[in-house]
C-alpha cells in the first residue's frame, strides 16, 4: 500500500518523539498496531529526486536512479532494469495494481488486473482515492492473486494545494487509516487462526517520498526524503512503541528485504540493505544465509565498479593472527577494505557453522557474524549509492567541446559587434573616449559573470544563489545612482530630465529591497521570517486585497507606456482597450474566487481562467500580427525614446514604423504577461508580479535616450541579471521543491500533460521570461544615434544593429552559465551532494536555456516579422506612387 507523500512523522513522530496529535488522532488504528507490536515502523531515507517514478524504481529494484527521471516522470517508460516484480512474474505470481498509472507505464503487461489513475491532475482528492478504494472488498475476498499493489494520491494532492496543515490533512489520514483497518482484519488477522496461513500475509505500507511544510516535494531536505515503512504480519518481538518507531533505513532497503522475505533473487543492481528485525521468526542459519545472500549480492556491484576486485585477490593483513582470532579493524585502500571486511564476515558465519555442527557454538559468536555483515553491507551500500554511474567518456567530451565551441562564437560575435558599436562611437563623439567612468559598468558586469560561474562549485553559494543576483542587482542599480547623479551636480540646469532619472534609480532600489525580503529563499534558512509569511499569517483576507489593488495597479501601469504615444490615437486605443478588458476580466476572477480548489463554483472558477486565457491570447496574438500593418507613418516624436533619423535611411529602411510598432508590441508583451501571472501565481506573489513591472518600466526610463552613456550589452546584461534576481523573488530556488504543481492545473478541466507541464514552466521562469519579452520594448527605446548605421546599408545590416545586442547577450550569459555549469557538474560527480545538490541546479540551468532560447526566438522573430511587414507595405507605397506619378505624367 503506497500512500504517496506521506511523511514518516506523520506516523512514527521525530527524533524520538510521537506525533502531533492531530496526526496520531487521525490514524487510531494504525497507532494501536505499533502500540501492540503487531506493526514495526521505519524511518526510510529516500534518495533525491523526491518525485514518484524515481522512488518507486528504488523500491522495487534496490537501485538508485539519476536526476533525468524527473524528466522521465512526466513520461514514464518500462522498466528494463532487474527488479521485483520482474521476478515475482518468474516465479508465477498474479499480480493485481489499483492506483497510480505510473505502475502500469513501468511493468507494462505484468498485472492480472489493474485500475490505474492519473498521478498529475493534483486538484483531484477524492475520486483519486476512491477509485482505489471502491475495488478493495472484492479484491480481499479473492484468492487468485499474489500481490496487489494500492497506490493512493490523495495524500500527495491535499499537500499540493494546501500544504502540510491543510485543513483536508486529517480526514485523508482518516481515510487511510480505515484502509489499513480493513486489510489488516480482513487479509491477516482473519488468517492467524489458520495455521497454513499463519506468516504468510504481508501488509508493507510505504510512502514514496515526504513534503515540505507547503507541501511540495522534490529536493533533499530531510522533510521529503523523510518517507514510511510499515510493516504489518511479521511475527515479531516487539512490544514497546519506541522501538517499533524509532528506526532509521534506505528506502532502498525494501527490494532486498522483500526478495529475501519471499524467496526470490534479489535484483542484480541493488544497493539497499536487509532491514533488521524483519527475519527474526526465521531460524539463526536462514537469517545469516539471508544476510550472505545480500553480502555476495553487493559483492558482485563492487566488482563491477571496481577492476580487479576479487575475493581472493587482497591477503586483508589483519584478518586474523594466525589463531583463528578475528581482528576488528580494516585498513588500507578501499577495495582492501572491502575485501576485509567480506572476508571477515564469511570467515565468522563459517565459524558458526562448523561450530554449530559440533554444538558449541554461542548467541555472541552468531551475534558477531550477523554484525559483520552488516558492517560490510551498510560499508559497500554506502559506497555503491554515492558512486555514479560510469558514462562514455568520449561521448561526455565531444559534448563539452560543443558546448564550449558554440560559447566561443557567441562570445567573438558580441566582442566584434562591441567593437564595432565602439569605434563608430569615438569617431562621433570623441570625447566619450575619455570617460573612463563609463568602462566601471562593463567591468562590473564582467566581474558579476566571473564570480557567478567561480560560485558553481560551492554547494553553499549553489544553495543560496538568491544572494548573489539580489546583492549585484542591487550594487549595479547604486552604480546607476552615482551615473544619474553626476550630470546633476554640474549640469542641473542643462539637463532638466535628470531628477526624473535619479527618482527612476531610487524606484528600482526600494522595489529591489522589497523583493529581497519578500521571500526567505533557498536552503538553509527558509524558516527565517519573511513578507510572505507574515502576509500568509494575516489572514487570506489581507492577501486576497493586495491582490485585488496589485491587479489594478498591473493593469494601469502596463497600460501606461501606451499613453505616452498619445491616446487619441485609434489604433492605441483599440490596443488598450482590449487589454483593459482583459485586466478587469483578471480583477473579475481575483474578486470572485477564493482559490479554493473545493468550492462549489469550482468549474465557474475554471471557466473564468479560460476566459483570462483567451482574452490575453487575442490581444497579444492581435496586436502582434495586426499592428504592424496598420500603423500609419509617423514622426518619431510620437513615440517615447525615438532620436532623429536621417532621411536617406528613413528612405531605405522603415526605421521609425519599425521602432514605433516595436514599441506597442513589446508593451502588450509585458502587460499580458503580468495579467497572466497574476492568474497562475500564488495570491501572496501578486506583489512581487507588481513590482517587477515596476523594475522593468524604471530601468527601461533610464536605459532610453541613451544619456546615462551604458553599451548596450551591458544594459541588456542588466536586464537579464534582473530577470534572474526576480525568479528568486518569486520563491524559486535551486530545489526541485519550490516548483508549484499544483497552480499548473488552473484552468484545466482535465489533465493533459502537455499544457500543465506548460503552465508549470510559464509559472517557474515567470521574471525571466518578462525580461526577455520586454526586450522588444528595449530595442524601440534605445538610442540608435551613436550605431554605426552607413549611409546606403541594407535592411539586414540595420535589423542585425537593432536586435544583435538584445539576442545575442542573454544567449551568450546562458551559454558561459551552461557551459561552467557542465564542467562543474563533471567534476563533482562523486561528491557527497552531487545528487542533492548538484544535480537538481543542473536541471535548472538546462530549463533557464530553454527559457532563453524561447524568450530570444520571440524577440528575433517579432523584429523579422515587423520588418517584413513594414517593408511590403513600403513597396506596395512606392509602387502606388510610381503609378499616380505615371497617371499623371500621362495626363
Known amino acids: 500500500m503506497v500512500i504517496d507523500g506521506l511523511p514518516a512523522e506523520f506516523v512514527l513522530g521525530k527524533d524520538g518523539q510521537p506525533p502531533k496529535e492531530a496526526f496520531r488522532d487521525s490514524m487510531p ?7 501492540n507490536g503487531v506493526a514495526v515502523g521505519y524511518h526510510a531515507k529516500a534518495a533525491p529526486p523526491t518525485v514518484t517514478m524515481p522512488r518507486l524504481k528504488a523500491m522495487v529494484s534496490g537501485a538508485i536512479g539519476g536526476f533525468l527521471d524527473v524528466a522521465f516522470n512526466f513520461n514514464t517508460q518500462a522498466l528494463l532494469d532487474d527488479n521485483l516484480l520482474d521476478q515475482f512474474f518468474r516465479v508465477g505470481w498474479q499480480m493485481v495494481m489499483l492506483g497510480d498509472d505510473t505502475w502500469l507505464k513501468l511493468f507494462p503487461g505484468l498485472f492480472k488486473r489493474h485500475d490505474g489513475v492519473n498521478s498529475f491532475y493534483v486538484k483531484d482528492t477524492v475520486q483519486v482515492d476512491q477509485n482505489v478504494s471502491r475495488h478493495l472488498a472484492d479484491e480481499l ?12 494520491l490523495g495524500l500527495d494532492h491535499v499537500g499540493h494545494i494546501g500544504g502540510r496543515n491543510s485543513n483536508l490533512m486529517a480526514p485523508k489520514l482518516k481515510e487511510m487509516d480505515e484502509v489499513v483497518r480493513m486489510i489488516h482484519l480482513h487479509a491477516i488477522q482473519a488468517h492467524e487462526g489458520d495455521k497454513g496461513q499463519k506468516g504468510h500475509t504481508l501488509l508493507m505500507v510505504v510512502s514514496d517520498h515526504g513534503m515540505t511544510d507547503n507541501g511540495n516535494h522534490g529536493g533533499s531536505s530531510y522533510e521529503e526524503t523523510d518517507s514510511l515503512v510499515l510493516l504489518i504480519g511479521l511475527e515479531n518481538l516487539v512490544s514497546d512503541h519506541s522501538t517499533a518507531t524509532d528506526n532509521a533505513v534506505y528506502q532502498v532497503d525494501i527490494a532486498p528485504t522483500l526478495a529475501l522475505l519471499f524467496g526470490v533473487p534479489i535484483p542484480k543492481n541493488n544497493v539497499g540493505v536487509l532491514i533488521s528485525k524483519t527475519l527474526d521468526s526465521l531460524k539463526d542459519e536462514q537469517q545469516l544465509r539471508a544476510l550472505e545472500l545480500n553480502s555476495w549480492q553487493l559483492f558482485r556491484l563492487l566488482q563491477a565498479q571496481i577492476p580487479g576486485l576479487s575475493y581472493g585477490e587482497f591477503k586483508c593483513s589483519g584478518f586474523t593472527d594466525g589463531q583463528d582470532h578475528v581482528v576488528s579493524t580494516c585498513n588500507g585502500r578501499m577495495e582492501a577494505q572491502f575485501c576485509c571486511l567480506y572476508k571477515r564476515a564469511a570467515f565468522l558465519h563459517s565459524s558458526w557453522k562448523s561450530k554449530k555442527s559440533s554444538k558449541s557454538n554461542t548467541k555472541e559468536e552468531y551475534s558477531s557474524a550477523v554484525a559483520a555483515y552488516y558492517e560490510f553491507l551498510k560499508t559497500s551500500s554506502e559506497w555503491l549509492s554515492r558512486k555514479t554511474t560510469d558514462k562514455p567518456v568520449h561521448l561526455l567530451a565531444f559534448g563539452v567541446a560543443t558546448m564550449f565551441l558554440s560559447c566561443l562564437i557567441l562570445l567573438s560575435e558580441i566582442h566584434w559587434l562591441r567593437r564595432e558599436v565602439y569605434l563608430h562611437q569615438r569617431q562621433q563623439v570623441p570625447s566619450l573616449h575619455g570617460l573612463g567612468r563609463s568602462n566601471l559598468e562593463e567591468r562590473f558586469i564582467l566581474g ?3 564570480f557567478l560561474v567561480i560560485s558553481m562549485g560551492s554547494s553553499s553559494m549553489v544553495e543560496e544563489e538568491h544572494y548573489i543576483w539580489h546583492f549585484f542587482i542591487l550594487t549595479f542599480f547604486l552604480l546607476l545612482l552615482r551615473k544619474t547623479s553626476t550630470p546633476l551636480v554640474f549640469f542641473k540646469r542643462q539637463n532638466g530630465g535628470t531628477d526624473i532619472w535619479i527618482s527612476s534609480v531610487f524606484v528600482l532600489l526600494i522595489s529591489g529591497r522589497i523583493l529581497r525580503g519578500w521571500h526567505q529563499g533557498g536552503v538553509n534558512w527558509t524558516n527565517l521570517p519573511d513578507i510572505s509569511k507574515w502576509l500568509e499569517q494575516s489572514g487570506s483576507g489581507h492577501i486576497k486585497l493586495i491582490q485585488l489593488v496589485s491587479v489594478f495597479l498591473v493593469t494601469c501601469l502596463g497600460l501606461f507606456p501606451l499613453l505616452l504615444v498619445g491616446s487619441k490615437r485609434f489604433l ?5 482597450f482590449s487589454f483593459l478588458i482583459s485586466g478587469f476580466l483578471v480583477f473579475l476572477h481575483v474578486l470572485k474566487n477564493q482559490y479554493d480548489m473545493f468550492a462549489s463554483s469550482y468549474y465557474d472558477s475554471n471557466l473564468s481562467v479560460q476566459i483570462v486565457y483567451a482574452s490575453l491570447g487575442l490581444a497579444t496574438f492581435g496586436t502582434f500580427v495586426v499592428f504592424p500593418w496598420l500603423i500609419p507613418s509617423s514622426s518619431s516624436r510620437d513615440f517615447p525614446g525615438n532620436v532623429s533619423i536621417s532621411v536617406d535611411i528613413q528612405n531605405n529602411f522603415p526605421w521609425v514604423e519599425l521602432r514605433n510598432s516595436l514599441y506597442v508590441i513589446g508593451s502588450a508583451y509585458i502587460l499580458s504577461w503580468c495579467l497572466l501571472q497574476l492568474v497562475l501565481q500564488q495570491p501572496v506573489n501578486s506583489v512581487p508580479i507588481l513590482l517587477l513591472l515596476v523594475q522593468l518600466l524604471a530601468i527601461m526610463l533610464c536605459f532610453s535616450h541613451g544619456r546615462l552613456h551604458l553599451a548596450e550589452w551591458v544594459e541588456v546584461a542588466t536586464l537579464y541579471f534582473l530577470g534572474m534576481a ?4 518569486l520563491g524559486n530556488s535551486n530545489t526541485l521543491a519550490t516548483i508549484d ?13 502537455l499544457l500543465s507541464g506548460i503552465l508549470m514552466f ?3 521562469y515567470a521574471s525571466p521570461m518578462l525580461i526577455l519579452l520586454s526586450l522588444v520594448m528595449y530595442v524601440s527605446v534605445k538610442d540608435t544615434g551613436s550605431l554605426p548605421i552607413p ?14 545586442f538584445p539576442c545575442l547577450v542573454p544567449l551568450g550569459i546562458n551559454s558561459v552559465v551552461l557551459t561552467a555549469y557542465t564542467l562543474v557538474l563533471l567534476l563533482m560527480r562523486n561528491h557527497l551532494f552531487v545528487w542533492s545538490v548538484f544535480s537538481p541546479k543542473y536541471l535548472y540551468v538546462c530549463a533557464t536555456t530553454v527559457c532563453t532560447y524561447i524568450g530570444v526566438c520571440v524577440v528575433a522573430a517579432t523584429g523579422m516579422y515587423t520588418y517584413l511587414v513594414l517593408a511590403i507595405r513600403r513597396k506596395r507605397q512606392v509602387k502606388c506612387l510610381l503609378g499616380e506619378t505615371w497617371k499623371t505624367s500621362i495626363s
Open 726 to 729: 526576480g525568479h528568486f523573488a
Open 141 to 152: 475476498l479473492r484468492d487468485d492473486w499474489n500481490l496487489l499493489i494500492l497506490h493512493y
Open 791 to 804: 549611409q546606403y546599408s541594407d535592411s539586414g545590416f540595420h535589423l542585425k544593429m537593432m536586435l544583435a
Open 762 to 764: 510559464m509559472i517557474t
Open 29 to 35: 488504528y494504525t497507532q494501536s498496531l505499533l502500540a
Open 572 to 576: 492605441i486605443q483599440v490596443v488598450g
Open 448 to 450: 558579476v559573470i566571473f
Open 741 to 753: 504543481v499544483a497552480a499548473a492545473f488552473i484552468g484545466i478541466s482535465s489533465h493533459s500533460t
